[in-house]
């Protein structure tokens, strides 16, 4: 059985390739080492920026108290631990960017609405603290370690459970 009609193939051009003119270049290191000098000058200011981030942390906390846990509230709260969760890191406190980042879980960051306890988000707020006033800065702080450890541990069993219900209610 002859084919009456050859094959073709098409490959259709690839704009975004075209557009940004190919491969990307190398990363200038020249730029990059820059960059660090950069932030080595602005180091000694971290510590005075953190306590003014933890300034606004507290405050939130309050206003999530005195509002009782309202919308808005809640919302503020998440955008300092979200600040704080970037921030941190860079002014040389990894630990308080990883509470942050679980405080973000806690207050509907990536797993939706979650209703946490709010003794377990005053924990958090608390820890944060302790790691700011208590200049815990390194990873590898044991304290420190055991501390966001266990409050990890309490969001993800949190998570699960709503989870959970939420799964057992749709069935």
């Avoid at 920026?49 to 206003?63: F, V």
């Amino acid at each position: 059985m002859a084919r009456e009609k050859p094959i073709e193939v098409i490959t259709p051009p690839n704009m975004l390739k075209a557009k940004i003119g190919g491969a990307m270049p190398a990363l200038d290191q020249r730029a990059i080492a820059k960059a660090e000098a950069a932030l080595e000058k602005m180091s000694d200011q971290f510590a005075e920026w953190i306590k003014e981030e933890l300034a606004r942390l507290l405050e939130a906390w309050a206003a999530f108290e005195k509002e009782a846990g309202s919308p808005a509230a809640k919302n503020e709260l998440h955008r300092r631990a979200h600040d704080l969760k970037g921030l941190a890191p860079t002014y040389g406190y990894p630990l308080v960017g990883r509470i942050c980042a679980t405080l973000c879980k806690l207050t509907g960051d990536e797993h939706g609405e979650i209703t946490a306890p709010d003794r377990l988000l005053k924990a958090h707020v608390d820890a944060v603290k302790a790691a700011v006033l208590g200049k815990i800065k390194g990873a590898d702080h044991p304290v420190g370690l055991a501390l966001v450890a266990e409050l990890e541990t309490q969001t993800k069993q949190i998570i699960a459970a709503q989870a959970a219900d939420a799964a057992a209610a749709k069935a």
